[in-house]
């Protein structure tokens, strides 16, 4: 399964190459570079100061031409109706999805910024989200990369694995095992 | 060998008497060892009030819980310092559950003389020593509303409010059971219920203005208008809450504490989701919740953050529509 990588132009091109490489080796997919994101004021949400999740989904959705899957990787807050914040959020078993570093980054805990550690994190979100759009739903197992994350702490506990339930049902749809 | 002269006496004296008189054993069988009537006596008096003294401390040094017949038996090792006793904690918390355990000891409070009906409050420790005077109506009790108004705020009493389990920001009550649409009931008696919505759905409806039972539905009125809830349950009388009633932005506070109406031999036409399977039950509703989302994008999850009340109660019209008739199987009422 062939995924793009839409990023917008405001993210370092240097994280999005070091990014592409590292998910390929670690993941069941080959990911690839797509055009970036030319503009989220549609989804922006004045009364929230954030961006609607579900916004940038139907956007994406819109600008799909392939058979391809999409996922977005912006760095502005992403919310839903009824969710506070999301790191991210995908179709399931669709085609596009869409991630945040803005909650992956130290420097919004307050913290020590740390490149290394946002890449690790971004990874995984990542992996996470083409899971989704493998079809796959949450998984409980704390240590794997579909467990649902509450917070950037669950983040940093999972791993970049899927569990062996979770990559027995990727193989059975057809998903190439890493 | 012994002198001729001397002759043997078997001599007694009181224990407690500051001089030690000599009594010979002959005398002592006629007048008793005191000579007088020993009731009378102070020494013996005072030993008497000081070993009853001891047995009311006995009594006094019985657990609460054991004097309320909570647990059987148990004696306070901690001086009554509730508030920092372990078991104190184990007998409110967790699979115990407070509210019903509170309850129960209510019951056994009423039952005793008027000088012995504590206030509840002394038993979870929130004030020092207080007798009931409102028969334990709490609901119209200035005492009840301050220490409600204290937890709104004060850190000491924010820690009680864990009491509540919280899943993803929405709060979930120990000790009762669910209804699949949102509703809580707990028994209070042997043939009585108390009811009311839980957080999901007060966080749904937003600001509460009216209820109303209406023949096994449940009408509420918010700010965004009027909704029925079929409740399932029927029974022989069905009590509304006249505090919720008067107050109904209360029950949008804590709406496990501000229940909407005690029911009399309550007959469900639903089956009831039991405490040990509610918290998985409203893990399952809140994952659906999550995976609402527009129309043009079908089935999408997501990760992170927590739902509330403001969030839910502000969705368009049209997607608030859809979960009151999703999670609370209700329709707007016109
Ligand atoms: S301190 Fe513990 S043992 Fe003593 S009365 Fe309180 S709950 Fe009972
Ligand atoms: S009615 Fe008032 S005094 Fe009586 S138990 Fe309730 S809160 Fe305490
Ligand atoms: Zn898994
Ligand atoms: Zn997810």
Request: glycine share 6%; proline share 4%; charged share 25%.
């Amino acid at each position: 399964m062939e995924i793009l990588l839409r990023p917008v132009s405001t993210l370092a091109p240097s994280l999005i190459s070091d990014l592409i490489s590292d998910l390929d080796a670690i993941s069941p997919w080959s990911f690839t570079l797509g055009p970036p994101i030319q503009n989220l004021n549609h989804a922006y949400l004045p009364d929230r100061g954030q961006f609607d999740a579900d916004g940038i989904l139907v956007h994406l959705l819109n600008e799909i031409n392939d058979q391809g899957k999409v996922i977005g990787l912006i760095d502005v807050d992403l919310c839903t109706p009824v969710l506070s914040f999301v790191f991210g959020r995908a179709q399931l078993g669709g085609r596009v999805a869409v991630v945040s570093t803005f909650r992956l980054d130290n420097r919004f805990y307050r913290l020590k910024p740390d490149p290394g550690l946002l890449i690790e994190r971004l990874k995984k979100e990542i992996i996470h989200e083409a899971g989704h759009l493998g079809g796959l739903y949450h998984c409980r197992n704390r240590w794997c990369v579909m467990n649902a994350s509450a917070s950037i702490v669950n983040i940093d506990l999972k791993g970049f694995k899927f569990c062996p339930a979770c990559l027995n049902y990727l193989k059975e749809r057809g998903n190439n095992g890493p | 060998m012994s002198c001729p002269f001397l002759e043997e006496v078997v001599v007694r004296y009181c224990n407690a008497y500051p001089v030690k008189k000599l009594i010979p054993a002959s005398d002592y069988e006629r007048t008793g060892i005191c000579h007088g009537n020993f009731q009378e006596c102070p020494i013996y008096k005072e030993w008497q009030s000081a070993i009853g003294e001891r047995e009311d401390k006995m009594e006094e040094k019985l657990c609460i819980w054991a004097k309320l017949g909570v647990v059987s038996y148990r004696v306070c090792t901690q001086n009554y310092n509730c508030a920092s006793c372990e078991f104190d904690q184990m007998m409110r918390s967790g699979r115990y559950g407070e509210s019903a355990l509170i309850l129960q000891a209510m019951e056994k409070l009423k039952s005793l003389p008027a000088d012995q009906r504590v206030c509840r409050y002394m038993l979870s420790g929130d004030i020092s020593y207080k007798i009931c005077s409102n028969n334990y109506e709490c609901w119209h009790c200035e005492v009840d509303q301050m220490i409600q108004d204290r937890m709104e705020y004060h850190p000491a009493y924010r820690r009680r409010k864990r009491l509540y389990q919280q899943i993803k920001g929405i709060r979930l009550a120990p000790a009762r059971a669910y209804t699949a649409n949102h509703l809580w009931i707990l028994k209070t008696g042997k043939d009585k219920v108390r009811v009311g919505i839980d957080d999901l759905a007060q966080s749904l409806l937003g600001s509460i203005r009216n209820f109303e039972f209406q023949n096994r539905r449940l009408m509420i009125e918010t700010e965004k208008g009027k909704v029925m809830i079929p409740t399932n349950i029927s029974g022989d009388r069905i009590e509304v809450n006249q505090v919720t009633k008067d107050q109904p932005e209360k029950i949008n506070r804590d709406p496990y504490w501000n229940w909407l109406a005690e029911i009399r031999n309550p007959r469900y036409e639903v089956n009831l989701i039991e405490w040990e399977k509610a918290e998985e039950w409203l893990k399952k509703e809140l994952e659906a919740l999550e995976e609402f989302s527009r129309d043009e994008i079908g089935v999408a999850v997501s990760d992170g953050g927590k739902f509330s009340k403001s969030l839910l109660a502000q969705l368009d019209r049209q997607s608030w529509h859809r979960m009151v008739v999703r999670f609370l199987k209700g329709g707007e009422d016109n």
